[in-house]
């Protein structure tokens, strides 16, 4: 392949509150970047989620987390624009900034199918298509929307295929099986908060800043 092949290649874009990453998220993310052949997946932890509880960890301490974990694996990348930007972090703003730095890149936004069932909520929804793709990872407990407008979308714009992917800017949908690990950054919280060990659940560099750092309280031992 030669460089202005690599050039094309689509770049992904992970974000999520990451409070803390997990090896759901993880798993995820390096299953998608092998089998659409992205570029490189950019992680980027929300600064301000604004339409949800604010994050128990703070921001520097969730971008650290995301830091050690994704350590030592080419083509991942930890993009901090979010934390570094003020008000409330909106996907469509991030992904603008992203399209005019990467006028020519696909771009593939993934989301958990709980994530895309909430999208119509989302600021500027309609306008992420245009902008980005949307590619959509099974989540345990999830179903993909059966009617309405989320289902009509998927109807005109879904592909089962990566390579439409590559073809264009933005704009497709892509469902894709991950291998499902049934991990929640709630059910973490609640695990530590219990007192109980989240050992083989996260990564142990994020276990070990999650024990000195003390954000999720009690402590395991
Ligand atoms: P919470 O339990 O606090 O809602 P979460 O585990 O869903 O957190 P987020 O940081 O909110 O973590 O998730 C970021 C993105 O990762 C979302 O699009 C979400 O759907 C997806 N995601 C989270 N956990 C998994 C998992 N186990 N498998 C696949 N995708 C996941």
Redesign the pocket.
């Given at each position: 392949m030669n460089s202005l092949a690599l050039d094309a290649r689509p770049i992904g874009i992970?974000?999520?509150?990451?409070?803390p990453?997990?090896l759901?998220?993880l798993?995820?993310g390096f299953e998608l970047l092998q089998s659409l052949q992205l570029s490189e997946l950019r992680w980027i932890p929300?600064g301000n989620p604004g339409h949800?509880e604010p994050p128990l960890a703070a921001a520097a301490v969730r971008l650290e987390m995301v830091r050690v974990a994704i350590a030592g694996q080419p083509g991942f990348v930890l993009d901090d624009r979010e934390v570094r930007r003020s008000g409330v972090s909106y996907t469509v703003d991030t992904l603008e900034g992203l399209r005019a730095e990467h006028p020519a890149r696909p771009l593939c936004l993934?989301?958990?199918?709980?994530?895309?069932l909430g999208l119509t909520a989302w600021r500027r929804w309609a306008d992420i298509l245009t902008l980005a793709h949307l590619v959509v990872?099974?989540?345990?407990g999830w179903q993909r929307p059966g009617q309405g407008p989320l289902s009509d979308l998927l109807a005109q714009r879904g592909t089962t295929h990566a390579a439409d992917l590559h073809a264009a800017l933005a704009g497709r949908i892509y469902v894709h099986a991950?291998t499902?690990?049934?991990?929640?950054?709630?059910?973490?919280?609640d695990i530590i908060t219990a007192g109980r060990d989240p050992r083989f659940l996260v990564p142990e560099p994020v276990r070990a800043i999650i024990r000195e750092t003390g954000c999720y309280a009690a402590q395991t031992d």
């Open positions: 992970f974000g999520g509150t990451f409070d990453i997990h759901g998220h798993r995820t929300v949800r993934v989301l958990g199918m709980d994530a895309f990872a099974h989540r345990p991950v499902q690990l049934e991990i929640s950054s709630t059910g973490l919280r």
